[in-house]
C-alpha cells in the first residue's frame, strides 16, 4: 500500500464513521469577535490528538495554536535527542481506535510489512514526521507561530486570550474552553540548580532542553549533570558531533534499573489511574518519581561505546568556579574542569511558574492543599503539582476561583500526580485523549443544559406524513 493508498483508506473510514455530522454546541455571539468552543494551546501529539477526539464529539469551531513553525512543534526535530522512541513500537496512542490512523500503517504504508517487523523502536525523526501526516491528512485546524501570552478571565464566561507571533491575526482569541496542551514544561519550567546560574556565565552551561550547538563544542570536554535518560541521549549525541569526551555525573551509587512503566503498561493502572484514592495516587506517583527513569539499553550501550565517555557514578556537584575559559566543578570523587556542562535535571512543576497563568494561578489548588501525605513519601516536588478533575480540570482553593477556572483544562506534565501517566506519556495517551474530550464536551454540554433541554420539549416537527384518516 502506498502513502496515496493510505490516505483514502483513512478518508473511507471517517465516512463510515460519519465524522461530518453537524455539530451540537450552541453558537457564542461576542461583540468583540468570534468564540471559539475551545482553543487548544500547543500543537504537539497531545493537542493533534485532542483536537481530534474533540471533532469525533461533534466540536468543530475549535482551535489549536502552536507557538512553533509548521513541523517543529514538541520536541522531536527540537531539543530531543534520542536515537529511537522509549516506548514500545506497538502503542497506539492517537489512532481512537482507527487501524488506518496508527503509526504502524502510515510505517507500512512506505515501507512495507517486513520493515515493521524489523524495526525494535520507532526511530524519533520518523515519529516528527507521523505527526505531520496525520495533522494533515485529519486536516485538524492548527495555527502556527502563535504565542500564548495571558490568560484573561471574564465575568461572562468567555477567556480573552492574549497572543503574539508571526502567525497572529489579531491580538486575543476568545474561547469558552481552553485546554492546555503544553508539553513537558507546560506545567512549569526546566530547572537548573542556583549554584550554576549563580556562579557561571550563562554561555558556560545549558540545559537539555535548549538548543545546543553542538558544532562548536567539537574537540571540547563537556560534563553532563543528572543520570536519567535524557543525560545519556545528550551524551551520545554530543560523542557523535565530535566531542573528545563525555563526563556524566549522577548522584545515586547506581544507576536506575527498573522502568516503572514497563509495569503500568500492562496492569490496568494507566487507564484506571482516575478511580484510584488520593492516598494511593500520591503514593504512586511518589514510587514513580523515586524510581526515576533509566536510560534505553541501547542508549547506554551506544554512549558508553565510545572512547570519550566517563560514567561517575555518587558524585553530586558540590561546587562549580569559573576560570574565564572553562569550569571547575568539585564532587566528592575530586574537582574536575569542563569547557561546557549540560544541566539534565528535569523541570519543576508550578502553576505559579506559567506567565499565562499570572492571573488565576493563585486560585489553582495544588495537591498541597487537598492531601497530606505521611511524612516517609512527602514531596515537596509533588506537592506543587495542580489538583486536577478526573477529566483534568483546572480546580479552585477558593470560592472566589471557581468560576475564573471553570473552562480551563491542562494536559500537561502537571496532570501526572491527578491523572497518572495521561498527558506525558504515549503509554496514556490511548486512554486519557478521550476522557479529555470526553470532559470538554460534558462541560459545553452542561453549560448549556438548560438551552437543551427547552428545545426538545419545543421540538414539533412532524417526521411522519402518512394519512391516518383511512
Known amino acids: 500500500m502506498s502513502l496515496e493508498a493510505l490516505?483514502?483508506?483513512?478518508?473511507?473510514?471517517?465516512?463510515?464513521?460519519?465524522?461530518?455530522?453537524?455539530?451540537?454546541?450552541?453558537p457564542v455571539s461576542h461583540p468583540d469577535g468570534h468564540v471559539y468552543d475551545a482553543v487548544i494551546v500547543g500543537g504537539g501529539q497531545c493537542g493533534l490528538g485532542i483536537a481530534f477526539g474533540l471533532l469525533r464529539e461533534r466540536i468543530s469551531n475549535i482551535l489549536v495554536i502552536d507557538e512553533n513553525e509548521e513541523g517543529l512543534e514538541g520536541p522531536w526535530v527540537t531539543y530531543a535527542r534520542m536515537i529511537t522512541l522509549r516506548t514500545?513500537?506497538?502503542?497506539?496512542?492517537?489512532?481512537?481506535?482507527?487501524?488506518?490512523?496508527?503509526?504502524?500503517?502510515?510505517?507500512?504504508?512506505?515501507?512495507?510489512?517486513?520493515?515493521?517487523?524489523?524495526?525494535?523502536?520507532?526511530?524519533?525523526?520518523?515519529?516528527?514526521?507521523?505527526?505531520?501526516?496525520?495533522?494533515?491528512?485529519?486536516?485538524?485546524?492548527?495555527?502556527?507561530?502563535?504565542?500564548?501570552?495571558?490568560?484573561?478571565?471574564?465575568?461572562?464566561?468567555?477567556?480573552?486570550?492574549?497572543?503574539?507571533?508571526?502567525g497572529t491575526r489579531s491580538g486575543t482569541l476568545l474561547a469558552r474552553k481552553v485546554?492546555?496542551?503544553?508539553?513537558?514544561?507546560?506545567g512549569g519550567k526546566w530547572y537548573i540548580p542556583p549554584m550554576?546560574?549563580?556562579?557561571?556565565?550563562?554561555?558556560r552551561y545549558a540545559h537539555t532542553s535548549e538548543l545546543i550547538d553542538f558544532d562548536r563544542l567539537k574537540g571540547k570536554k563537556i560534563a553532563i549533570l543528572g543520570g536519567g535518560?535524557?543525560?545519556?541521549?545528550?551524551?551520545?549525541?554530543?560523542?557523535?558531533?565530535?566531542?573528545?569526551?563525555?563526563?556524566?555525573?549522577?548522584?545515586?551509587?547506581?544507576?536506575?534499573?527498573?522502568?516503572?512503566?514497563?509495569?503500568?503498561e500492562p496492569s490496568g493502572l494507566i487507564e484506571h489511574f482516575h478511580m484510584l484514592a488520593d492516598a494511593e495516587k500520591y503514593a504512586?506517583?511518589?514510587?514513580?518519581?523515586?524510581?526515576?527513569?533509566?536510560?534505553?539499553?541501547?542508549?547506554?550501550?551506544?554512549?558508553?561505546?565510545?572512547?570519550?565517555?566517563?560514567?561517575?557514578l555518587g558524585s553530586p556537584w558540590l561546587d562549580v568556579v569559573d576560570s574565564g575559559d572553562s569550569a571547575s566543578v568539585k564532587t566528592p570523587q575530586g574537582t574536575f574542569t569542563f569547557d561546557f556542562l549540560i544541566i539534565s535535571t528535569g523541570l519543576r512543576t508550578d502553576p505559579a511558574l506559567r506567565p499565562e497563568l499570572e492571573l488565576v494561578e493563585s486560585h489553582i489548588a495544588r495537591w498541597s492543599d487537598r492531601y497530606n501525605a505521611p511524612e516517609e513519601i512527602k514531596n515537596p516536588v509533588l506537592d506543587a503539582h495542580p489538583y486536577l478533575s478526573p477529566g483534568f480540570s483546572l480546580l479552585s482553593r477558593d470560592e472566589e476561583g471557581k468560576k475564573l477556572l471553570h473552562g480551563l483544562f491542562a494536559f500537561n506534565y502537571s496532570a501526572m500526580i491527578s491523572c497518572g501517566l495521561s498527558a506525558s506519556a504515549l503509554s496514556g495517551m490511548k486512554y486519557s485523549l478521550p476522557r479529555i474530550a470526553q470532559a470538554v464536551a460534558d462541560e459545553l454540554f452542561s453549560d448549556d443544559r438548560n438551552d437543551h433541554i427547552k428545545n426538545f420539549f419545543s421540538y414539533n416537527e412532524p417526521e411522519f406524513i402518512g394519512n391516518d384518516n383511512k
Not at 179 to 186: A, R
Open 88 to 166: 514500545p513500537k506497538q502503542l497506539t496512542p492517537l489512532d481512537f481506535g482507527i487501524p488506518s490512523l496508527t503509526f504502524r500503517s502510515w510505517w507500512e504504508a512506505q515501507f512495507g510489512e517486513q520493515s515493521w517487523e524489523a524495526i525494535d523502536k520507532i526511530p524519533r525523526g520518523d515519529w516528527m514526521n507521523y505527526l505531520r501526516w496525520y495533522r494533515k491528512v485529519l486536516g485538524l485546524p492548527v495555527r502556527n507561530q502563535v504565542k500564548l501570552n495571558v490568560i484573561e478571565p471574564s465575568k461572562d464566561g468567555i477567556y480573552r486570550l492574549s497572543v503574539g507571533g508571526d
Open 7 to 26: 490516505n483514502e483508506r483513512v478518508k473511507q473510514d471517517l465516512s463510515y464513521l460519519v465524522m461530518d455530522s453537524p455539530d451540537w454546541v450552541r
Open 179 to 186: 485546554i492546555l496542551s503544553t508539553g513537558i514544561q507546560g
Open 284 to 312: 504512586i506517583m511518589a514510587h514513580f518519581f523515586k524510581l526515576n527513569q533509566p536510560p534505553t539499553n541501547d542508549m547506554f550501550a551506544r554512549a558508553s561505546s565510545w572512547p570519550g565517555f566517563r560514567l561517575h
Open 196 to 203: 550554576i546560574t549563580e556562579k557561571l556565565p550563562k554561555k
Open 229 to 264: 535518560a535524557s543525560a545519556f541521549d545528550n551524551a551520545n549525541y554530543a560523542l557523535t558531533k565530535g566531542a573528545a569526551e563525555v563526563h556524566v555525573f549522577v548522584r545515586r551509587k547506581e544507576l536506575p534499573r527498573v522502568n516503572p512503566i514497563r509495569q503500568l
